[in-house]
């Protein structure tokens, strides 16, 4: 009984000091995201995901039934730049962040806040994001979002 309590304890404290080593990481990459998006920079974003990224985006709209919605990381930026390029202003925050962290894939799940001014309409968007990120020998890498987008 000692031993299979010290193996449980042992365990619990590995994947303890998983969880604070990738924390760090993790947060340095979202501090990445946060930036590329409110400073609009495509290349930098592109930068953090892996060439083989996915985002899935469950769009709600007002009297509207939800649309569902799944982009490469190429087409889930083209659609970020024609934002940037037609809205008049754009801002993001990041919040309510919190992480898990494995051997290969750590997860973030965050809400992201964003507000576009567009063909002279304001419009916000509430995101509950999840994020996985793959550990490489390079660093971290983005593999996929997953994203319940509410329009109000």
Request: some cysteine; aromatic content about 6%; hydrophobic content about 40%.
């Amino acid at each position: 009984m000692n031993t299979l309590l010290y193996r449980c304890l042992t365990l619990g404290l590995a994947a303890l000091a998983s969880f604070a080593v990738a924390s760090p990481k993790t947060e340095v990459l979202l501090e990445h995201y946060g930036d590329a998006l409110q400073e609009q920079n495509a290349e930098a974003l592109s930068s953090l995901f892996a060439p083989d990224a996915e985002v899935r985006l469950l769009l709600e709209q007002p009297g509207a039934e939800p649309l569902a919605i799944t982009l490469t990381e190429d087409e889930h930026l083209q659609q970020l730049r024609a934002l940037w390029r037609f809205s008049e202003e754009a801002t993001y925050s990041l919040s309510d962040v919190t992480h898990s962290a494995g051997a290969d894939v750590h997860r973030v799940q965050f809400t992201q806040t964003e507000r576009y001014r567009l063909f002279g309409q304001t419009l916000h968007r509430d995101g509950r994001v999840r994020m996985r990120v793959r550990v490489t020998p390079g660093g971290l890498l983005i593999t996929g979002i997953e994203a319940l987008i509410s329009e109000r």
